[in-house]
């Protein structure tokens, strides 16, 4: 009777070590889910970030054409028109290359930018990104409004590399004739 008992104290039994792997597989499990989680969320931060200062990109450059056009303008034209260059967007979506300063009307939804050398814009040989950007002006912002204010509205789009969800961020400005 004593070697039978003493033969169950020694060593483990394959109930106890199949309940050992599993707390052990547990333990590791769980940080292992949450680093993948937060992968995943820091890249749908990146693309917000991204999107934000692709919309930023072209505020700023609707913003230095129209003090352009106002620093050159000459002081007894009455027909000087203070959003020259940008009426391709007026009241209807466009995209805007920064680079090249060209302005696209979009007939449906506008192009993707691409990006090469790590700078995005439409007429690149690059890859394509996920990004659209769609740009309108609206010159006066309401019906009978002011001429000398403007409303900028920027539309950044793209396919989330999580999930494959439509994200999407808009950026709005107003701007006006300062010379006025």
Known sequence: MKN???KFKIG???IETLVAISILTAAIAGPL???IKNIGTASVSQDQLVAFYLGQEVIEYVRNVRDTNLIGKVLDDDSFDWLAGLRDCDDKDCSIDVFTSEITTCSGPC???KIETGKYGY?????DTSFTRTVR????VSVGGNMDE???DITMTWKSKYGNKKKTVKLQDHIFNWRE
């Open 33 to 35: 889910v949450m680093s």
């Open 150 to 152: 403007a409303q900028v």
């Open 137 to 140: 002006i609206t010159n006066p």
């Open 4 to 6: 039978n008992i003493l």
């Open 111 to 113: 192009n993707k930018l």
């Open 123 to 127: 007429g690149y040989t690059g890859t």
């Open 12 to 14: 483990f039994t394959l």
